[in-house]
């Protein structure tokens, strides 16, 4: 499945499909969320079929962002059945994420 953009009217249907799901909140203007972008689109190609990789813009959906308590961007919030069991705040290399992710496949 590829990178995916979720709306807040979206949102919780969609997570709450994958059994595991990460949703990186960014903004176009953040650099640091401009250097994770491609790091992102090549995670929801590994982990097509495995997991969810979706991106929320926090400019356009404000209210996810309070929602999850999003203060810095880029955070990259873990799901897991609908419940949050990770976060990280900042941009990191990719391994970072995989490691996130497989220790909950």
Partial sequence: MALQHLKTAEFDETVGRAPLAMV?????????????????????????????????????????ARRFGVMNIPTVVFLKEGREFDRKVGAFPPAVYTEALDKSL
């Avoid at 990186?24 to 972008?37: E, S, T």
């Avoid at 790091?39 to 404000?62: F, I, S, T």
Wanted: aromatic share 10%; net charge negative; hydrophobic share 45%.
């Fill in 24 to 64: 990186d909140f960014w903004a176009p203007w953040c650099g640091p969320c401009q250097m994770l972008g491609p790091v992102m689109e090549n995670l929801a190609v590994q982990y097509e079929g495995k997991a969810l990789v979706a991106k929320v813009n926090v400019d356009e959906e404000p209210e996810l």
